[in-house]
Every structure is written in structure tokens, then in C-alpha cells.
């Protein structure tokens, strides 16, 4: 069983409408999550980072972590043609020190196409 | 935004050459990545840096090699390339938070 599981889609919307992007996870010492987006052709880019269960929220986009069930989601509101993307979890766990071990464990990636 | 670079950003080359894929960041960042990503598939960690004269392999088995010399340059070379090593390189770096900032990647295709 991979460490972190993302449906790959494509997935395909039109403009305006709600997404939801998620990842599962069998890693119980992750305890950091992130979501990068990716643009063609593009290295990732850092889109939101949580540590605690719950929710965060960024303009139109809002991260949801529950480590109970160990499942992270990104939703992202009033979408955009321009949020069109692979967006890839990304988590990490505790070093031994008890800050974040550096080394991410990634997902395969969603690739989202929003539609005007 | 992010000031990470690399290049080339294309390169095809032959089978048996000796290629060197370049990375410099200026932003003074000690932690280094190079991950491996191929279509539809997660990025794997194949070398990274802690530092100056650090360098340890990734969770991925790769025939690369790295060096750091110098804070702001994570070269990555593969002495003698095969088509087995088609894929995009991308490059990251990391301060003293917990964002990775990445570079464009090199997209390398072996003949």
C-alpha cells in the first residue's frame, strides 16, 4: 500500500464550480500536510500548508486535514480557468527532535481543467 | 516569488553521454532536493543536502550523483545516461520554514 493515495482524475469542471481534491494517508507519523499546484511545464508552488486537524482557509481555497480518518481535501470555491493544474498533496512527519522531518512524501497528483 | 534556477530546461541527448543538470538558488537556503517526476507519477526524492559538503541519497534508487560545494549550487550529474533516465528533474530548496520552493525542472529525453 502506497504511504499517500490521490486519484490522478483528470478532472474536469466548469467555471464557477465547488472542487474538492483529496488524499488519503496510511503514515500515522504524518503530522504536516500541504497542497502544491503545478502548472504545465512548471516546477510545484506552494498553495497551502496545515499541521493541525481542521480547516484553513486562503480566499477561495480551504484545506481540510482529518488525521482520525487520515484524509486531507482541497476545496476550492468559484472556480477559475486559471486554477487549471495538477495539484499534488504533500506530507511530512515529525524528526527526531521534534520538528518537522524535512523529506515530503508526495501524491501522484490531480489534474484539474476548469472550463469557461 | 521563489528564486530557484535551472537548466537546461530541455535536453536530449544520447544514449552513453555525460550529462550534468544545473541548480542554484539565492536565497541562502542550506536544505536542497532533487526529485524525479514522471507523467502521472509522485515525485520521488532522489538526493538532498543539508548543507555545504552534505549530501545523502532519497527514498528513490537513482544511478545520479550530487555534489555541494557551495550553498547556492546542487548540480546533479549522470555520468553515462540511458533512456531508463527520460524524465523530468526539478529541483527544490528550503530555508528555515517548511516551504520547499521549487525550480522550473529540467526535462531530460535520452535517445
Known amino acids: 500500500q502506497k504511504e499517500v493515495e490521490q486519484d490522478p482524475g483528470p478532472l474536469s469542471v466548469p467555471e464557477g464550480a465547488i472542487v474538492s481534491l483529496n488524499c488519503t494517508y496510511s503514515?500515522?507519523?504524518?503530522?504536516?500536510f500541504m497542497w502544491y499546484r503545478q502548472y504545465s511545464r512548471k516546477g510545484p508552488e506552494l498553495l497551502m500548508y496545515?499541521?493541525?486537524?481542521g480547516n484553513k482557509e486562503d480566499g477561495r481555497f480551504t484545506a481540510q486535514v482529518d488525521k482520525s480518518s487520515k484524509y486531507i481535501s482541497l476545496f476550492i470555491r468559484d472556480s477559475q480557468p486559471s486554477d487549471s493544474a495538477t495539484y499534488l498533496c504533500?506530507?511530512?512527519?515529525?524528526?527526531?527532535?521534534?520538528?518537522?522531518?524535512?523529506?515530503?512524501?508526495f501524491g501522484k497528483g490531480t489534474l484539474l481543467t476548469v472550463n469557461p | 516569488e521563489a528564486d530557484i534556477y535551472q537548466t537546461p530546461r530541455y535536453l536530449v541527448i544520447g544514449t552513453g553521454k555525460k550529462i550534468t543538470l544545473e541548480c542554484s538558488q539565492t536565497?541562502?537556503?542550506?536544505?536542497m532536493y532533487w526529485y524525479q517526476q514522471d507523467p502521472g507519477m509522485e515525485l520521488h526524492l532522489i538526493h538532498y543536502?543539508?548543507?555545504?559538503?552534505?549530501?545523502e541519497k532519497g527514498d528513490l534508487s537513482s544511478e545520479s550523483t550530487v555534489s555541494r560545494i557551495r550553498t547556492e549550487h546542487f548540480p546533479l550529474t549522470l555520468e553515462s545516461a540511458r533512456p531508463s533516465h527520460t524524465s523530468q528533474y526539478l529541483c527544490?530548496?528550503?530555508?528555515?520554514?517548511?516551504?520547499?520552493?521549487f525550480g522550473p525542472g529540467t526535462r531530460l529525453t535520452v535517445l
Open positions: 503514515n500515522s507519523a504524518f503530522q504536516y
Open positions: 527544490a530548496s528550503q530555508g528555515a520554514g517548511d516551504t520547499q520552493y
Open positions: 504533500a506530507m511530512k512527519s515529525v524528526g527526531n527532535s521534534g520538528g518537522s522531518n524535512y523529506k515530503l512524501t
Open positions: 496545515t499541521y493541525s486537524s
Open positions: 536565497m541562502g537556503h542550506d536544505k
Open positions: 543536502s543539508y548543507g555545504v559538503n552534505s549530501t
